[in-house]
């Protein structure tokens, strides 16, 4: 039987691929004559379960010059990257709320900003709170000081008597382990 299939897989091929006539092309175009190529946008980076916050911040930029040549407040923080300002507290001078607000800032540079995989969004993941619980549960195991109170997870009451240090690499192995877009 399987010969069989082989042969007339092999005859179908064969079938298919013919010589070519003079009068065909040999290579099919999708433009007319006179149209320009069509240039494509960017997509927006995607922050994935297992990115760093090193990586967000690098993945921000492209997004943080459009801001800053949309004259949104910037600042230049330590590591010499770009950062939205948040000083001030209305439209006008919180770069936060420009960013986010004004109609043509949001038209100019929305495509750059990094997006969410859609496990890690509330509103894309069907079992984010699921994930949510199973992420908070890896870090109380590891040690972290987190309470469940009224169905929310909340900071334990060591959480502002003992500093601990944040643990990026925890947080991570966490966050990639439960947020896989599954239920359990």
């Known amino acids: 039987m399987r010969t069989k299939l082989a042969l007339a897989f092999v005859f179908v091929l064969a079938?298919?691929?013919?010589?070519?006539?003079?009068?065909?092309?040999?290579?099919?175009s999708l433009q007319t004559p006179g149209s320009a190529p069509v240039s494509?946008?960017?997509a927006a980076p995607v922050i994935r379960?297992?990115?760093?916050?090193?990586?967000?911040?690098?993945?921000?930029?492209?997004?943080?010059?459009?801001?800053?040549?949309?004259?949104?407040?910037m600042r230049t923080a330590e590591?010499?990257?770009?950062?939205?300002?948040?000083s001030?507290?209305?439209n006008e001078t919180n770069g936060r709320i420009i960013a986010?607000?004004?109609?043509?800032?949001?038209?100019?540079?929305?495509?750059?900003?990094?997006?969410?995989?859609?496990?890690?969004?509330?509103?894309?993941?069907?079992?984010?709170?699921?994930?949510d619980n199973n992420y908070h549960l890896c870090l109380v195991a590891?040690?972290?000081?987190f309470v469940k109170r009224n169905g929310e997870w909340r900071p334990g009451p060591t959480w502002y008597?003992?500093?601990?240090?944040?643990d990026e690499a925890l947080e991570l192995r966490c966050q990639a382990e439960a947020f896989d877009g599954k239920k359990g």
């Open 49 to 73: 379960p297992d990115t760093t916050a090193a990586e967000v911040r690098r993945m921000q930029q492209p997004w943080m010059k459009c801001l800053k040549e949309n004259k949104v407040p």
């Open 100 to 131: 986010e607000t004004d109609r043509k800032v949001v038209a100019a540079c929305g495509k750059l900003k990094p997006v969410l995989a859609p496990e890690l969004d509330e509103d894309k993941n069907p079992y984010w709170a699921d994930d």
């Open 79 to 86: 590591d010499g990257l770009l950062d939205i300002s948040a």
């Open 142 to 145: 590891a040690g972290q000081d």
């Open 161 to 166: 008597t003992d500093p601990q240090e944040p």
């Open 15 to 28: 079938g298919c691929s013919s010589a070519p006539s003079e009068d065909t092309p040999s290579v099919v």
């Open 88 to 90: 001030g507290n209305t």
């Open 40 to 42: 494509v946008a960017p």
